[in-house]
Each structure stands twice: as C-alpha cells, then as structure tokens.
C-alpha cells in the first residue's frame, strides 16, 4: 500500500522520537557509540563524550572522514539528531567558529540542546526544521555536514538546492548516507519495508 507523504513523515518522527528517548531499547537499525565507532569515528574520541551524546547516534557513516573541518568555519548539520556531530564539529572550528544543527524531530533537537550544554559547548545552536528549508541565510556556510539524513528526504533535489543556496562561494559539502543501488531487486526493497524501518 502507499502511503501519503504525512503519514510517512510522521512515521519517520515517531521512529527518531524513540531513538532520543529510548536509545537502549530495540531498534531495527545500529545506533550508539559502538555503531560510531564501526562508523570509522575516532574510538577515543566517542569514548571521551558523556553517554548522552553518543547514546542515539545514528549515522550511517563519518562525514568527518571528507575532509578536516578549520578553526574559525562555520558548519551547517542538517538533520543533526542528538546532536554528536554538531559537537564535534564544534570542537573543531574552535570558539571562533560557529555550528547550527537543525532537525524535523523536537525531541532530538531539545536532547541536542541538553548535549551541548552538558559538554559546555556553547558556539553551537539547535533548530527544528526540514532540509528543504535551512534557517540560515544565504552563502553564510562554509561547511554543511549531514549523516543519514538525505535517504529520508522527500524533496532530494529542493535539499540540494537549499545546501547550494547557504554555502558560501567554495564552501563544501560532506555528507553520508545510504543510496539504492541499481542491482536491488523489489523482493529486497520489500523486505526492507517502509522508510521509517
Ligand atoms: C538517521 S538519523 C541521523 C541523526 C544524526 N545525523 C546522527 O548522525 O545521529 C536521521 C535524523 O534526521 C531527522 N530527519 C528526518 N527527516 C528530516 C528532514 N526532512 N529534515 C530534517 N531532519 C530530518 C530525524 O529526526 C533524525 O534525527
């Protein structure tokens, strides 16, 4: 059966809802540090973050591994989750830099919030809202990270548009996520089963 593009996202929400509420239940994807640290994440630097950090992480992959973020940049995480990348990054770009997270689910982003308080970070900010409609100004970012976030995008391209639109002139993009190759077959796309799985 298909389902209507609402119904999908709130399901998409519900799931991410568990994931920063109850991050040590069951989930039917890998999340936490050990994931991360499978991820190709420093295990060091996972292992130093409180457990609230790193407790819902769930990427797919390390946007860090793209390229070395500099002291001073701005960084744009859309789809931010809990928030353990933001941090990162914020660690990296130093007090002269700045990070904004945004994410579609207030209980990840009121949990990133908690997380960079309880890390003292305090040059990173958190939003809710969508990719497709970053707020932040246009050609302000010097650096967009995203982790996961993409595959569960409806509108692929306005998200691309959106990242062009607040990149600075040269500014990067370093993103990882899941893609479906052309040899999938439908029996395992059904098997996989809805987005919000
Ligand atoms: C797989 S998680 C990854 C979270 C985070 N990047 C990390 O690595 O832990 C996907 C996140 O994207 C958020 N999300 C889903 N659809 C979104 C959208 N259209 N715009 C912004 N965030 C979205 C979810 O609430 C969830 O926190």
Same mark, same amino acid.
């Given at each position: ?56 992480? %769930? ?56 997380? %960079? ?76 089963? %809805?987005?919000?799985?």
């Amino acid at each position: 059966m298909i389902e209507n593009p609402n119904e999908i996202r709130d399901k998409i929400r519900q799931r991410f809802v568990k994931v920063a509420r109850s991050p040590h239940d069951r989930h039917p994807f890998a999340i936490g540090p050990d994931s991360a640290k499978k991820l190709g994440y420093d295990p060091a630097e996972i292992g130093g973050l409180p457990a609230t950090v790193t407790e819902s992480f %769930a990427g797919v992959g390390n946007p860090f591994a793209l390229g070395e973020l500099r002291t001073g940049e701005t960084v744009l995480d859309f789809g931010c989750g809990a928030g353990m990348d933001s941090i990162i990054a914020a660690r990296r770009v130093g007090p002269t830099g700045h990070v904004v997270g945004v994410d579609a689910t207030e209980e990840m982003v009121a949990k990133a919030r908690d997380n %960079a308080a309880t890390v003292g970070v305090v040059h990173v900010e958190f939003h809710p809202g969508e990719s497709d409609r970053l707020p932040v100004a246009d050609g302000s970012v010097d650096v967009v990270i995203s982790n996961g976030v993409f595959n569960l995008c409806f509108d692929k391209p306005a998200v691309l548009a959106e990242v062009y639109r607040v990149l600075k002139p040269g500014g990067r993009l370093q993103m990882a996520d899941v893609f479906l190759g052309d040899d999938v077959t439908e029996g395992e796309v059904e098997r996989k089963g %809805a987005w919000s799985d």
